[in-house]
């Protein structure tokens, strides 16, 4: 999830103000795991700055910080504030920011790191007790569901009590604790 919708995987370094060539040639784009302390680079609109940075320029900019805390209300930012890894760009255009630490040192780097897919955390009976209690709630629902169809030969009180059973039991609020 740390790498889905907005986490950028390349960022796009700014270029000097004035270069002494007219080059039309595209800014440097680099991988976001490249990215070192006091490189200067864009965040386009709705994208999640990687590291903590520092607003720079004459602009203000608009941040939502709902990815980090929940809030959802976006908060303007002065020119010159620190914007904390995670920050969503919440403005229309583009940030320029200045990494105050290389990725590799970030916080969502560790986060990275720590929710390996492939990591074995030793939680199997975690797992196993969720796959048991989930067949377990679908057998009941089903032998619940056809009882009252096939031996009270009602087909609506069936599926009402085979929907109440797995909407009761809510397999996935277990799967979530």
């Known amino acids: ?34 990215l070192q302390q006091a490189m200067c680079f864009r965040l386009p609109p709705g994208e999640v700055a990687p590291v903590n940075t520092l607003l720079i320029g004459d602009s203000s900019a608009v941040v939502s910080r709902e990815w980090i805390s929940g809030e959802a209300d976006p908060q303007a930012v002065a020119p010159g504030s620190v914007i904390a890894a995670g920050v969503r760009n919440a403005s229309v255009a583009e940030l320029h920011l200045r990494a105050l630490e290389p990725f590799t040192g970030s916080e969502l780097a560790g986060l990275e790191k720590s929710a390996d897919p492939s990591r074995n955390d030793g939680n199997r009976f975690g797992g196993r007790l969720l796959q048991i209690y989930l067949w377990s709630v679908i057998a009941l629902s089903v032998v619940g569901g056809l009882y009252w169809w096939l031996l009270r030969g009602d087909v609506l009180a069936g599926l009402q009590v085979a929907i109440s059973v797995l909407v009761v039991s809510c397999p996935c609020a277990l799967g979530v604790a």
């Not at 390349?10 to 004035?18: D, G, K, R, S």
């Not at 007219?22 to 976001?32: F, K, R």
């Open 1 to 34: 999830q740390l790498r889905g919708p907005g986490l950028p995987r390349y960022v796009t370094l700014l270029e000097p103000a004035e270069s002494e060539s007219a080059s039309t040639a595209p800014a440097p784009t680099v991988p976001v795991e490249d």
